[in-house]
């Protein structure tokens, strides 16, 4: 056996090409590209194709994807740390999708979906809150099984497509809170309530590996410990990542939605106060 894989294997630096995920991320850019210029052909003279903000969403979700699926995080996810692996699946999962769908003019999305096609029946049953809930979690959670898990560690096409399956539901599961299209959204207070419920469910696997006290996934337990981290720290960060990152990362969007229709109701009880006054 050549010494070269070995030490590029025992190394988190060593380089390591991925050229499906730029593949990936040039359509999406590919994709940007065209909205940008059909929208000049579809929309009224003087209508932005896209607000600055949504400008600046799809070039943060773009860097955001870039940078967490390609090297090196994701070959010291795969093959080293499962804490890098979990900050991997927290971008992926609870940061890119709800920006790329922020990103996402409503004109665009009613163009690609073709509004009251089969494609719009099909993404309003996959985007239900409890459809698009159950099979994120779902997926999520099968991905901590410690079969799942040794797969996508050993085979690298077996890690991207887990990973797109992944992205795609975290797609739909943000689609009650964030869809460009407006009636495919729950009410402020169904927005609170759906994610203080997707904010739940995870702590069942980050308890699991926070305090297991042996190693979970053996196929991280390989004698390697990049930067001295040992496989049970490695796994107890894992789960610290899961609960605590995604955990607060969800209730600081209920806070803000909170404070928002809290500020509405107070707006539209002050008008209507208002308007009683005046007659």
Do not use: C
């Not at 979990?86 to 665009?108: D, K, N």
């Amino acid at each position: 056996m050549s010494v070269v894989p070995m030490l590029a294997n025992a190394s988190p630096w060593a380089f390591q090409a991925h050229p499906e995920v730029w593949f990936l991320v040039l359509a999406i850019v590919g994709l940007g590209w065209w909205a940008s210029h059909i929208g000049t052909r579809v929309l009224p003279v003087g209508v932005p194709v896209a607000t600055p903000f949504q400008k600046r969403a799809f070039g943060l979700a773009v860097v955001m994807l870039l940078l967490s699926a390609d090297w090196p995080v994701h070959d010291i996810a795969e093959e080293h740390l499962y804490s890098v692996h979990m900050l991997q699946h927290m971008s992926i999962t609870m940061f890119v999708p709800p920006l790329f769908l922020l990103a996402t003019p409503a004109w665009l999305a009613r163009l690609v979906i073709l509004e009251g096609g089969v494609s719009s029946r099909v993404l309003r049953r996959m985007s239900n809150p409890v459809v698009a809930g159950v099979l994120f979690n779902a997926l999520v959670a099968l991905t901590h099984w410690n079969g799942v898990v040794r797969l996508s560690a050993e085979n690298g096409a077996f890690h991207y497509m887990a990973h797109l399956a992944i992205f795609t539901s975290a797609l739909m599961m943000w689609m009650p809170v964030v869809s460009p299209i407006r009636e495919h959204r729950l009410g402020p207070p169904g927005q609170m309530l759906y994610l203080f419920l997707m904010s739940l469910i995870p702590t069942i696997p980050a308890g699991w590996l926070t305090f297991a006290e042996g190693a979970v996934y053996r196929v991280y337990d390989d004698g390697f410990e990049p930067w001295g981290i040992g496989v049970i720290s490695d796994q107890q960060a894992a789960g610290a990542i899961m609960k605590v990152l995604g955990g607060f990362f969800l209730w600081g969007v209920i806070v803000v939605k909170f404070a928002r229709f809290a500020a509405s109701e107070r707006s539209d009880r002050s008008q209507r106060l208002y308007d009683q006054d005046r007659t």
